[in-house]
T-cell receptor
């Protein structure tokens, strides 16, 4: 069964450093998403990506964040200068489009900013 | 803005007992409604979804949910809980079925007593 994969499973970084979280969505999917979950809090939407551009983003997704689909298979989330409050579990998801637009989630990357 | 409330943070049931997890949403129109389950160390797996039509929807693993427009609710039920059902359950809504972001509730952690 096809699945969304994410690497690394856990990343530890120093405050102010850049991190890139990587995702491989399901191969024939058209929509891609990033969500995050700070420990003990809700899963929060960050950004959605369709047709090689951002289609929707939340207030969390400020100028420090960017997304890219560099090679037609990977989907990356970059945080330019990490802050302590960026520590969270980051989930990638993908969906195939209408009519059954179920979002399939990856296992997550736990980001710890020290 | 849409919001999702899961009033119960923790629920403990005995194996074999019935289960109902509550979910209420706030939105002007009928959104698309989902239940996801997250086992430790795993991503989010879709249990079931409601888009339109029959208000009682069946999902995987023996779960069902009923959409009640008058109560803005989408409660998840299972007639007989198994120990393997212990996990965190998330209700979520989307505005449409075309790549729109999911808004999640805070989650309900289910524990199953032997």
């Amino acid at each position: 069964e096809p699945e969304v994969t994410q690497t690394p499973s856990h990343q530890v970084t120093q405050m102010g450093q850049e991190v890139i979280l990587r995702c491989v969505p399901i191969s024939n999917h058209l929509y891609f998403y990033w969500y995050r979950q700070i420990l003990g809090q809700k899963v929060e939407f960050l950004v959605s990506f369709y047709n090689n551009e951002i289609s929707e983003k939340s207030e969390i997704f400020d100028d420090q964040f960017s997304v890219e689909r560099p090679d037609g298979s990977n989907f990356t989330l970059k945080i330019r200068s990490t802050k302590l409050e960026d520590s969270a579990m980051y989930f990638c998801a993908s969906s195939g489009g209408l009519p059954n637009n179920e979002q399939f989630f990856g296992p997550g990357t736990r980001l710890t900013v020290l | 803005a849409q919001s999702v409330t899961q009033p119960d943070i923790h629920i403990t049931v005995s194996e074999g007992a019935s289960l109902e997890l509550r979910c209420n949403y706030s939105y002007g129109a009928t959104p698309y409604l989902f239940w996801y389950v997250q086992s430790p160390g795993q991503g989010l797996q879709l249990l079931l979804k409601y888009f339109s039509g029959d208000t009682l929807v069946q999902g995987i693993k023996g779960f069902e949910a009923e959409f009640k427009r008058s109560q803005s609710s989408f409660n998840l039920r299972k007639p007989s809980v198994h120990w393997s059902d212990a996990a965190e359950y998330f209700c979520a809504v989307a505005l449409n079925n075309a790549g729109n972001m999911l808004t999640f509730g805070g989650g309900t952690r289910l524990m199953v007593k032997p």
